[in-house]
Structures are given as structure tokens and as C-alpha cells.
């Protein structure tokens, strides 16, 4: 038989647990989660001051408001106890507390919060902290990770350090970032405005969890494109590719998967209600609607619009392609390249303003594509390994370009002195000078 002492309120301990339960509902942790960790801290709290957890049972329902620390002590002969028992007590001091209970029964101390020490409480509040705030950057971690590429509505909360990164807040107050390299061009945004972005991704440093969000990304334009155009949100129009010059250009590439739904017309919408309402959000970034098709050439044509094209010459897809620096300074991989013919007053439409219309195609096609005039004399380009060149720069010389994935005179040469200034460890007059050598095989 077991019997308890009658249970006195634990003014302490209940303001204790009214505490954590306010600081966890802020943090959106469960009342189940949170009554787990206090059960975790006490049994922590009770064995460092008595040794053992062995006889104590913690009962915690913060929802209630309830906090209970119990522990059971077996009733003996005043014979058989001696003082330091903590698991036995006397008959006599049992029945000081309890005046029916009997040798052989269990007898169920309540302990209060303050039984433990200012010390010990103290201790177990800072760990009980430590550990919501871990499980708060563990749970907003996975729980963005899951919405990657998710389109999110956000209140602008703080503009730090001149607009360079501006604070979110989402519903449960996380402050998320958007760096400025992840905004428009014409971003203009302050405290309390609405906005949309997309979660680009989430990555961890040192322990800390960081929200990227975007509204540069394709995939920022592709979920617009999804709240604006229904056949898309319903799996009739497939978004293949997407390719941006941010509050410049983008280039989508669409299929329909219904022969009576037009991809373009679909997107555009009636007279340019749909792709206008987008082109709103990012600033009248113009978006060019491209109609996918397996024929080569004609997509090729699709993405130059609105230039017209004459004709083409297609280089075959390359096996293995080597890893180059373009010339915009970025490793990728080699690409083979387009050839083609227009009118001269073409030329223009096909490039674009600032280029963005042919550099945007060639991303979207996966080739480089090079202009000519009608009529422009075309060859396909001799290259020469820059081991061929051992007997004038120095091998050592050579190795260096290779480490940057730079192996032929042409590629060498399309890169250009600055950025081979500084991709190498070389001088820039010496960098002059290869490219000089270079350049006069060619002209001889």
C-alpha cells in the first residue's frame, strides 16, 4: 500500500512553469515538447543535489499549469533506518507526517521548488533556455528547408546598414534576411510593407540557422508565374527553364501538355493581363515567353526574338565538356557553340540592350551563340593547345592555365587580360605578353 503526504501549491515551481510556457508559445514548441524537456531538466536538477533520480517522479503539464515532484520512500522499524537512508524513513518520522500509515507501506514525499536551492533553480532555468532556443533553431531549420522555393508573403520589419539587407518577420517572429544581392535593382521597401519572396535556401553556420530568401532567383519568377497563370498551378503548362538578368530580362521556356491550350497565350493572358501583373512585382522586368519545341533550330530562332533569323550552323553537343571561366569571371562548364546569320539590321534586336537578350538565350539553350551578318564570311575556328606553345612560354606558365581550366589559345584569349589577371598568379605584364603571342599565330 502507498500512501502520499497531502499536496501544498508550489508557488515557485507554478511561476517557474508559467514562465517557460509564455517563452516556448512565442517560439511555437508544443505544450508536449516543452513538457518533455522540463521532465528532461528536473530529473537533471534532482540528481545532482540527491545522486540519484531513483524513487522521484516528475509530472509536468504545462498546459494545466501542473508541476509535481514526488518521490517514494519505504516505510521501516526505527531499527532498521539510519540517518542518510534517502530511499527508507523511520516509522516514527512517517507517522509525525502521516499519522495511519504502517511499516511496509510506501510513503510519497511532494517536493517543492525551493527544496532545491536558488543555485539548482537558476541552473536548471539557464539550461531549460538553452535548450528551447536550440530546439527553436533546430524546428525553423527544418521547417524552412521543407519550403525551399516556396513564394511567402512577408512584412518588412528593419532596414539595416542603408537597405543593404532588409528583416522579415514571419508569424512567429523569426527574423529572416534578405541580403541585397537577393533584391531588384529597384527594390524600394520600408518598415511595414507587404512583400513577396521566395525561399531560396536555408543553410547553417555554427549551429545558427539562415534563412536566404529571394526575389532574384527563377525560382521567385516561376512561383509569380504559378499564382498568375492557373494552367500552370494545374500541371497543363509545364515551366522547363528559367533564365534572368534581374529587373532586366528573363527568358521562360513553357510546354503545353493540352494541344488546345496555347503555352504563350496561356502566360500572356488577355490583352497582357497576366504577364503585366508579374512584370508589376519585379519592377517591369521585360519577359519574353518562349514556346518549347524538340526542333533545335526553331528554338533557337524563339529565343532571339524578336530578331529574325536567316540561317545557322550548329555545333554538335560536346562529349565531355572541360571546366572554363567565362567571362564574366564564372566557372562552368565548356559549351559548344550556335553560328548564326541575319540581316545587319537584325544583329541588334538579337543581342539587346546591354547584351541581355543574347546572353539570356545562350543560358537558356545551354549554347554560346555568335552573330553574323548575312553574308559574313563563317568557318569553323581553328584552336591550338597551349602545350603546342612550350617552346615560347614557360611550362610552368602553361600549368598555371590549366589550373583554371584554361587548356587552347582561343579560350585563352576570349577570357581576356582582366579576368586572367585575376584568376592568376601571374603579372599582369606577363599576362599581356602570352596573349600577344597568342594572338599573332592567329593573324599569321
Given at each position: 500500500m502507498a500512501t502520499k503526504t497531502k499536496k501544498t501549491k508550489d508557488e515557485e515551481g507554478s511561476l517557474f512553469l508559467q514562465s517557460f510556457t509564455e517563452f516556448t508559445s512565442e517560439k511555437n514548441i508544443s505544450n508536449t515538447v516543452l513538457d518533455d524537456l522540463l521532465t528532461e531538466v528536473l530529473y537533471s536538477m534532482i540528481k545532482r543535489k540527491y545522486g540519484t533520480e531513483e524513487g522521484f517522479e516528475v509530472v509536468v503539464r504545462s498546459k494545466d499549469g501542473d508541476l509535481e515532484i514526488i518521490r517514494s520512500v519505504h516505510v521501516v522499524e526505527d531499527q532498521y533506518y539510519e540517518d542518510g537512508d534517502e530511499d527508507l524513513i523511520s516509522i516514527t518520522k512517517a507517522k509525525l507526517l502521516q499519522d495511519d500509515i504502517e511499516v511496509g507501506e510506501d510513503y510519497f514525499q511532494y517536493y517543492k521548488f525551493q527544496d532545491f536551492g536558488r543555485r539548482a533553480i537558476l541552473a536548471a532555468r539557464q539550461t531549460l533556455i538553452q535548450r528551447v532556443k536550440d530546439l527553436d533553431k533546430e524546428e525553423i531549420y527544418y521547417r524552412y528547408k521543407a519550403m525551399v522555393g516556396k513564394l511567402l508573403n512577408m512584412e518588412v520589419y528593419q532596414i539595416v546598414s542603408g537597405g543593404k539587407e532588409i528583416v522579415v518577420q514571419d508569424e512567429h517572429k523569426h527574423e529572416l534576411m534578405l541580403p541585397k544581392k537577393h533584391q531588384m535593382p529597384r527594390d524600394r521597401f520600408k518598415k511595414g510593407d507587404m512583400i513577396k519572396v521566395v525561399v531560396d535556401?536555408?543553410?547553417?553556420?555554427?549551429?545558427?540557422?539562415?534563412?536566404?530568401?529571394?526575389?532574384?532567383?527563377?525560382?521567385?519568377?516561376?512561383?509569380?508565374?504559378?499564382?498568375?497563370?492557373?494552367?500552370?498551378?494545374?500541371?497543363?503548362?509545364?515551366?522547363?527553364?528559367?533564365?534572368?538578368?534581374?529587373?532586366?530580362?528573363?527568358?521562360?521556356?513553357?510546354?503545353?501538355?493540352?494541344?488546345?491550350?496555347?503555352?504563350?497565350?496561356?502566360?500572356?493572358?488577355?490583352?497582357?493581363?497576366?504577364?503585366?501583373?508579374?512584370?508589376?512585382?519585379?519592377?517591369?522586368?521585360?519577359?519574353?515567353?518562349?514556346?518549347?519545341?524538340?526542333?533545335?533550330?526553331?528554338?533557337?530562332?524563339?529565343?532571339?526574338?524578336?530578331?529574325?533569323?536567316?540561317?545557322?550552323?550548329?555545333?554538335?553537343?560536346?562529349?565531355?565538356?572541360?571546366?572554363?571561366?567565362?567571362?564574366?569571371?564564372?566557372?562552368?562548364?565548356?559549351l559548344p557553340h550556335i553560328a548564326v546569320f541575319m540581316k545587319p539590321d537584325q544583329v541588334s534586336l538579337a543581342i539587346g540592350k546591354g547584351g541581355y537578350n543574347i546572353k539570356l538565350a545562350g543560358k537558356l539553350l545551354n549554347y554560346e551563340i555568335d552573330v553574323y551578318r548575312e553574308g559574313e564570311e563563317y568557318e569553323q575556328e581553328e584552336d591550338?593547345?597551349?602545350?603546342?606553345?612550350?617552346?615560347?612560354?614557360?611550362?610552368?606558365?602553361?600549368?598555371?592555365?590549366?589550373?583554371?581550366?584554361?587548356?587552347?589559345a582561343r579560350s585563352a584569349i576570349r577570357m581576356g587580360k582582366e579576368i586572367l589577371v585575376k584568376q592568376l598568379d601571374l603579372e599582369e605584364e606577363h599576362i599581356e605578353e602570352i596573349l600577344q603571342i597568342l594572338q599573332e599565330e592567329f593573324e599569321d
Open positions: 535556401d536555408v543553410i547553417k553556420t555554427n549551429g545558427m540557422p539562415r534563412v536566404v530568401l529571394s526575389r532574384t532567383s527563377a525560382a521567385f519568377l516561376e512561383r509569380l508565374l504559378e499564382q498568375e497563370v492557373p494552367e500552370i498551378a494545374e500541371g497543363i503548362i509545364t515551366v522547363k527553364k528559367i533564365v534572368r538578368e534581374p529587373g532586366e530580362r528573363a527568358k521562360v521556356l513553357v510546354q503545353s501538355h493540352d494541344d488546345r491550350v496555347d503555352p504563350v497565350g496561356a502566360c500572356v493572358g488577355m490583352k497582357g493581363v497576366r504577364i503585366h501583373s508579374i512584370g508589376r512585382e519585379i519592377n517591369n522586368e521585360n519577359i519574353d515567353i518562349i514556346n518549347y519545341t524538340e526542333n533545335v533550330e526553331l528554338l533557337v530562332s524563339r529565343a532571339l526574338s524578336p530578331a529574325k533569323v536567316i540561317s545557322m550552323h550548329i555545333d554538335p553537343p560536346i562529349v565531355t565538356p572541360r571546366r572554363i571561366i567565362d567571362r564574366d569571371g564564372i566557372e562552368r562548364d565548356e591550338i593547345e597551349l602545350a603546342e606553345f612550350s617552346d615560347v612560354i614557360e611550362d610552368w606558365v602553361i600549368e598555371e592555365f590549366k589550373r583554371i581550366g584554361v587548356e587552347t
